[in-house]
């Protein structure tokens, strides 16, 4: 991973603070550089969802279309389907949960909705896989955090 960082200066900017809104300034970001948001889930989830990123769309929410121009990508999460407490004694996910690595680049909605990259608020959507708002309370992210890349 050094190699990587190195190769392609990948600088990791802020961690970022949600909102119990799912709402977290990030601006202002250097031009020309890409901005990825990448975000650290606990596994095993007990149930699935799926985190939509919003750049200076405040009022998004689960109904808001993948089409919207603010919207900058998403990541699914695979959920178990029953509680971690509820796994046998001797199961691996019980002893040692991992964290997983997502990495949504927002370059392309930045330059579409605040190509001067100041005042950036990232909106976080969470939804199950019936569409339903999931509070970000309820959300297993360890970290979440801006890289700039190149």
Known sequence: MANLAAR???????PLHLSPRGLAEVGPLPPGR?????????????????????VNKDDAGPRT???????????GIFGLGI????????????KEPSVHEHRI????????VAPERDAIVLKVVAVTL????????????????VDLEG
Do not use: Q
């Not at 990448?38 to 007990?46: D, F, G, L």
């Not at 279309?65 to 990541?75: I, N």
């Not at 509680?83 to 019980?94: C, G, I, Q, V």
């Open 65 to 75: 279309s993948l089409h919207d121009p603010h919207f900058a990508g998403a990541a």
């Open 83 to 94: 509680a971690l407490e509820k796994l046998p004694l001797e199961s691996p996910m019980r």
């Open 34 to 54: 890409r901005v990825v948001v990448v975000v650290r889930v606990m596994s095993p989830s007990e149930r699935s969802f799926e985190l939509r990123f919003f």
């Open 130 to 145: 019936e569409d339903e708002p999931v509070a970000v309370g309820e959300l297993p992210i360890e970290s979440i955090a």
């Open 105 to 112: 680049d927002i370059t392309r909605a930045l330059d579409r």
């Open 8 to 14: 392609s200066r990948i600088e990791s900017v802020l």
